[in-house]
């Protein structure tokens, strides 16, 4: 099973090869409860027995939505009819997405240009048109489930106001987090070490945030249960949606599963943690994958090396 899957994958994504695909755990998923390999059954098994399943990416890889796709084929043959949500669909999104689905119920083609796509600096539609067509084959909801981007300027300069006032009291943003400096350096991390400690904070409560929303919209939107899709960072277990989960829901099972990128030299799964800063990987199942492209996401940021004027 595991294999056709992979086999299919593999044929969907374009290019044909991808960086790292010669690596170790290409195509295998760990069990991080567990600490060992499982097959696919293992992880589509466990997001068919939870009530919030969530899939997390990179954003740019076709390779990851294809998986995510299949992950979402399994919980509908398990029987499973959960709402399926995007971090990548903003609540402005909502009602342009609804009124495309209540002509054309079955195009998921159609989703990119109903709900102005092209415009908010995501990858292409179609590198997530199959999952949108996995869920809408299955008669399932689709849910915009994030915060709107000027909101999330606005929290990131320090401006809580433009929030729903319930949202910042259950969620506590206007609070530190109880896991801020594990936040911070993950912020710091992702853009490369560029930004001031002042605009980390922000960014750290705007992350909070749209983790929050997140989570109420998969809390308000779920019939039968509900999938995200979004980054690896937002369905990590030790903060994140999970956390936010949590808080509104504290009964329920929550499952995540994390699409990576394998690394060169990181042959074992536990050499990942450190992409976390955590001491074990922080998600139910991992599932390594090729590398999308290898460009250095930093190297614009870096200062240009002057040439100098004499040897050194």
Request: glycine share 8%.
């Amino acid at each position: 099973m595991l294999a056709s899957v992979l086999t299919s994958v593999t044929h969907a994504a374009e290019p044909p090869t991808r960086p790292g695909q010669d690596h170790p755990l290409i195509g295998r998923i760990w069990d991080v409860a567990q600490h060992g390999f499982v097959t696919m059954d293992a992880p589509a098994m466990g997001l068919s027995a939870a009530r919030f399943a969530l899939l997390g990416e990179r954003h740019d890889h076709p390779e990851h939505h294809q998986i995510q796709a299949a992950l979402l084929r399994r919980m509908v043959e398990a029987g499973r009819r959960p709402a399926v949500a995007f971090e990548m669909l903003d609540t402005t999104q909502a009602a342009a997405l609804a009124r495309h689905l209540a002509a054309a119920p079955r195009d998921a083609a159609g989703i990119g240009d109903a709900v102005g796509w092209g415009k908010s600096g995501w990858p292409a539609w179609h590198q997530y048109q199959p999952i949108a067509e996995t869920a809408l084959a299955a008669g399932l909801p689709l849910v915009a489930a994030n915060l709107p981007t000027a909101v999330a300027r606005a929290v990131a300069r320090g401006d809580l106001s433009s929030l729903d006032p319930a949202l910042v009291r259950r969620h506590a943003l206007d609070r530190p987090a109880a896991t801020q400096s594990v936040l911070e350096a993950e912020i710091r991390t992702a853009h490369c070490g560029a930004l001031s400690d002042t605009l980390i904070t922000g960014m750290v409560t705007a992350q909070r945030a749209r983790d929050a929303e997140m989570a109420e919209r998969l809390v308000a939107g779920q019939r039968d249960g509900a999938v995200l899709i979004a980054g690896a960072g937002h369905v990590r277990n030790d903060h994140g949606v999970p956390r936010a989960l949590a808080t509104l829901a504290p009964e329920a099972r929550v499952a995540s599963v994390a699409l990576l990128e394998v690394a060169d030299g990181w042959t074992a799964p536990s050499d990942y943690a450190a992409r976390f800063g955590a001491e074990r990987l922080p998600f139910d199942y991992v599932w390594f994958t090729t590398r999308a492209n290898d460009a250095d996401p930093c190297a614009s940021l870096r200062p240009a090396r002057a040439t100098p004027s004499r040897p050194e």
